[in-house]
């Protein structure tokens, strides 16, 4: 790509196989299904989402220099996503997360992202390195982080240098990984995007609703949340105040790569101009036709 990315995506890249069925399951349960192998991980949703809203994401990632990730690099840019600056290792296999889904929702997932974690900072390199920013001319624009970083990484870029201009959206990646994003909390130019489990988890506390979890964690010291919960109310909260917004009712289809999208759709709301209250309500209605199957494979 010959044009510079309107916004970075930092985080994984992999493939997600998916068992999903229409059936209930329970813990042991073998039923007939679907099983399909798509473009995943958080960073990897939310730059395809964004393309499909019409902008220029950048990966910033680990990609394997082996089969799968000669055929994951191809099909991100077939999509319109800019390769030019993932790490490709040779040492390094491609990531894969695996889960299955029944119509009660998520039954169990498996993210494999050892190598993101064994590449470490050598995924910023272009930030430092001048093909997206130098010491002196940090990324002036929008970056998208997940929490399949390191905890010492996560806690490494809250005071980089490198990001100190960058606009930056930060969502956990899973409730197992959410305690990884507490040395961002407080950083300045950081939005964090989470689900109502993982602002528990953050906070060390229950919550009953999303705007009461958002109000949590802005005394806990963020200066910016979007916190969801499933069809029920999300909030957007800063230390003005909490503004709240209730999802369109579908019928859910899938759920992994939700979050992902209504965290892209906002992002990409607030890049044309939306105030907070649109912004939310393009969210949760880009979340609620991805669920309901009506987008995307």
Do not use: E, K, Q, Y
């Given at each position: 790509m010959t044009q510079a990315p309107d916004?970075?995506?930092?985080?994984?890249?992999?493939?997600?196989?998916?068992?999903?069925?229409?059936?209930?399951?329970a813990?042991?349960?073998d039923v007939p299904g679907r099983i399909t192998r798509l473009p995943?991980?958080?960073?990897?949703?939310?730059?395809?989402?964004?393309?499909?809203?019409?902008?220029?994401?950048?990966?910033?990632?680990?990609?394997?220099?082996d089969a799968e990730g000669d055929e994951l690099v191809a099909a991100a840019t077939r999509l319109g996503l800019d390769c030019a600056h993932l790490y490709r290792s040779e040492d390094l296999p491609t990531d894969r997360y695996m889960a299955v889904e029944g119509a009660n929702g998520l039954i169990a997932a498996i993210a494999d992202a050892h190598s993101l974690e064994a590449a470490g900072d050598k995924i910023l390199r272009p930030l430092t390195g001048g093909a997206l920013g130098e010491p002196d001319a940090p990324w002036p624009g929008p970056v998208a982080l997940d929490g399949n970083l390191t905890t010492a990484l996560l806690a490494e870029i809250a005071g980089l240098p490198a990001f100190r201009a960058a606009d930056l959206r930060i969502a956990p990646a899973s409730p197992g990984k959410a305690e990884r994003l507490l040395p961002l909390l407080p950083v300045a130019n950081a939005t964090i995007y989470v689900n109502l489990e993982e602002a528990g988890i953050l906070c060390q506390?229950?919550?009953?609703?999303?705007?009461e979890a958002a109000a949590g964690l802005i005394g806990r010291g963020a200066r910016r949340v979007l916190v969801t919960d499933g069809g029920r109310d999300a909030a957007d909260g800063t230390p003005?105040?909490?503004?709240?917004?209730?999802?369109?009712?579908?019928?859910?289809?899938?759920v992994t790569g939700a979050g992902d999208t209504f965290m892209a759709a906002h992002i990409a709301a607030e890049l044309r101009g939306r105030d907070r209250n649109a912004a939310l309500a393009a969210a949760l209605q880009a979340a609620a036709t991805y669920v309901s199957g009506d987008i995307g494979s």
């Open positions: 916004i970075l995506c930092i985080g994984s890249v992999l493939w997600d196989i998916i068992g999903r069925t229409p059936a209930h399951m813990a042991g349960a995943g991980g958080v960073a990897m949703n939310i730059a395809m989402t964004l393309a499909r809203f019409g902008l220029r994401p950048a990966l910033l990632s680990a990609v394997g220099r506390r229950r919550f009953a609703s999303a705007p003005l105040g909490v503004v709240s917004a209730t999802p369109p009712p579908v019928l859910v289809t899938r």
